[in-house]
């Protein structure tokens, strides 16, 4: 971004008067790089915050001379780790390819029966995705979501960091049981973009719920209880899926706002 003008600056230094959340992130990130704007943010702090900030470094300087040294850590895989997973999603991520494992090997015994493999596919990205952008499991949750590189992006980096997993074990299991792999891969992109339109509303947790027991109810229970396929799986609503995929998709963008605000992680 350009330099902040004084006005602006003015502003931060009174505690972001004025300022709206993105605007405050990107003072921030500039301000982390330029040294002459942190030398005019200065110039418009208060006797009282000067006062605080000299006590404040006056402390820290003492703490760390007293502490223990540093530990050096790989800077690279640390943001590796907090911009395209967490650590506790690999439980889940186990548990979806265990539970399409068991998918592909009772499609395989039981050819009659509806395809689980079909059924889960919609489902199977949404419990990865609900824990990658969740207050719940993300210990330091509240503190990724306000720097700079919070929001969408890195939304979006977790949920290509679930699929990375889920859709290789998803064409695995279609093609060991010969279903569909238009049937198998577009409804679970659908439901992974509808999660991410819909958890900018109300929580990416919460869509990934409601979503998950919509499509149980209306689609993969009746199924299972008729021993036949939903037509919402049937060949041709194949032209369906890969237009509902593709609007779902470019309406993320727009849903940029709402990952800017700690319910999203809900």
Same mark, same amino acid.
Not at 17 to 31: F, Q, T
Not at 161 to 186: E, H, I, M
Not at 217 to 231: D, E, K, N, Q
């Given at each position: 971004m350009t330099h902040p003008t004084p006005q602006i600056l003015?502003?931060?230094?009174? #505690? !972001? %008067? !004025? @300022?709206?959340?993105?605007a405050l992130w990107s003072i921030e990130a500039h301000l982390d790089t330029c040294a002459p704007c942190r030398a005019g943010l200065a110039h418009h702090a208060t006797p009282a915050t000067a006062e605080l900030l000299d006590r404040v470094a006056i402390a820290l300087d003492q703490s760390i001379a007293a502490g223990p040294a540093p530990v050096r850590h790989s800077p690279r895989a640390g943001a590796v780790h907090r911009r395209w997973?967490?650590? *506790? @999603?690999?439980?889940?991520? +186990?548990?979806? +390819?265990?539970?399409? #494992?068991? !998918?592909?090997?009772?499609?395989?015994?039981?050819?009659r029966l509806p395809s689980l493999v079909l059924l889960l596919?919609? /489902?199977?990205?949404?419990p990865g +995705?609900?824990?990658?952008?969740? %207050? *719940?499991t993300d210990p330091v949750r509240e503190l990724a979501a306000t720097t700079p590189a919070s929001g969408l992006a890195m939304v979006l980096r977790r949920t290509l960091a679930v699929l990375a997993v889920v859709l290789p074990a998803l064409l695995v299991a279609g093609v060991s049981t010969g279903t569909s792999l238009a049937l198998t891969l577009l409804p679970s992109l659908a439901f992974t973009a509808a999660t991410l339109v819909l958890g900018s509303l109300i929580g990416v947790r *919460?869509?990934?719920? !409601?979503?998950?027991?919509?499509?149980?109810?209306? +689609? @993969?229970?009746?199924? /299972?209880?008729?021993?036949? @396929?939903?037509?919402?799986?049937?060949?041709d609503s194949t032209a369906v899926w890969a237009v509902t995929t593709v609007a779902l998709a470019a309406l993320t963008p727009l849903a940029a706002t709402g990952f800017r605000r700690l319910t999203s992680g809900n």
């Amino acid at each position: 971004m350009t330099h902040p003008t004084p006005q602006i600056l003015s502003r931060y230094a009174d #505690g !972001g %008067r !004025g @300022l709206d959340d993105a605007a405050l992130w990107s003072i921030e990130a500039h301000l982390d790089t330029c040294a002459p704007c942190r030398a005019g943010l200065a110039h418009h702090a208060t006797p009282a915050t000067a006062e605080l900030l000299d006590r404040v470094a006056i402390a820290l300087d003492q703490s760390i001379a007293a502490g223990p040294a540093p530990v050096r850590h790989s800077p690279r895989a640390g943001a590796v780790h907090r911009r395209w997973l967490v650590w *506790r @999603l690999l439980p889940w991520l +186990v548990m979806t +390819v265990a539970v399409l #494992g068991c !998918g592909a090997l009772l499609d395989s015994a039981a050819p009659r029966l509806p395809s689980l493999v079909l059924l889960l596919a919609p /489902v199977a990205p949404l419990p990865g +995705v609900a824990v990658a952008w969740s %207050r *719940r499991t993300d210990p330091v949750r509240e503190l990724a979501a306000t720097t700079p590189a919070s929001g969408l992006a890195m939304v979006l980096r977790r949920t290509l960091a679930v699929l990375a997993v889920v859709l290789p074990a998803l064409l695995v299991a279609g093609v060991s049981t010969g279903t569909s792999l238009a049937l198998t891969l577009l409804p679970s992109l659908a439901f992974t973009a509808a999660t991410l339109v819909l958890g900018s509303l109300i929580g990416v947790r *919460r869509a990934a719920i !409601g979503l998950a027991a919509a499509w149980s109810l209306a +689609v @993969l229970l009746p199924s /299972v209880a008729a021993r036949s @396929l939903s037509p919402a799986l049937q060949p041709d609503s194949t032209a369906v899926w890969a237009v509902t995929t593709v609007a779902l998709a470019a309406l993320t963008p727009l849903a940029a706002t709402g990952f800017r605000r700690l319910t999203s992680g809900n």
